[in-house]
């Protein structure tokens, strides 16, 4: 249900822009979030948005990263500016039902992959 894009290759200091797309109703229920993973490390959190629109961000993206949904297209997006090489990751698309008794979804992974 959810499926993630945008991920690629860039040079530190440079841009990108992931988008995952999900039903709408998601965006009505769930904490809809991006998460990050290196191999070897547990997966981080990078930035969440509640349905309420409220957005929570880690301290090493906050400032840099932005959350959000495009309504339009339904999708949770995250623009990624100033990247560092530690930002480098496999970055996943989460939908959280839990404070509604359900579960946890995930998307594919879509690599990222910053460049010194």
């Known amino acids: 249900q959810l499926q993630a894009s945008g991920g690629g290759s860039v040079q530190a200091g440079g841009s990108l822009k992931l988008s995952c797309a999900a039903p709408?109703?998601?965006?009505?229920?769930?904490?809809m979030g991006w998460y990050r993973q290196v191999p070897g490390k547990p997966r981080e959190l990078v930035a969440t948005?509640?349905?309420?629109?409220?957005?929570n961000y880690a301290d090493s993206v906050q400032g840099r990263f932005t959350i959000s949904r495009d309504r339009a297209k339904n999708t949770l997006d995250l623009q990624m500016s100033n990247l560092k090489p530690e930002d480098t990751a496999v970055y996943y698309c989460?939908?959280?039902?839990?404070?509604?008794?359900?579960?946890?979804?995930w998307g594919q992974g879509t690599q990222v992959t910053v460049s010194s």
């Open positions: 709408s109703r998601y965006f009505s229920i769930a904490i």
């Open positions: 948005r509640a349905h309420s629109g409220h957005t």
């Open positions: 989460k939908a959280d039902f839990t404070r509604h008794g359900g579960d946890v979804h």
